[in-house]
């Protein structure tokens, strides 16, 4: 299990980076659309999701493990602990492919955003 945390980590690190590095992308696409620079706007809306998304990613795990079993400070059962493993693999792969699917429909593809750029410093 630790190995596969490790290595589900260092994949998420991906992620992140691909979520800062899209986001100013997003700026200049809605200026793009709209005449208008958002910055901040943007960035402190994606703040606020993420801040949202833990809490809900902290509820729902809380909720995941009293509907396995688990109880604190007790010994746990061999049952609930190979339930545990499952939540804490399945969970994380379902909210990545949730996720692939949305980026997916990203309409910034290669080269787009470089046309947009070139478009809003033509302006």
Known sequence: MTSFLIVMQSGFLGIYFAY????????????????????????????LFQKVALGLGAGLFGL??????????????????EAMKRVMVLVP???????????????????AHEAIVAEIAAR
């Open 64 to 81: 995941a493990l009293a509907q396995i079993g688990y109880v604190a400070n007790q010994d746990q059962t061999p049952a609930t602990i």
């Open 93 to 111: 792969i379902a909210g990545v492919a949730v996720s692939a699917l949305i980026l997916w429909f990203n309409p910034l593809r290669r080269g």
């Open 20 to 47: 800062w590095g899209l986001l100013p992308d997003t700026v200049e696409y809605g200026e793009w659309k709209t005449g208008e620079r958002a910055e901040g706007l943007l960035f402190g809306l994606a703040l």
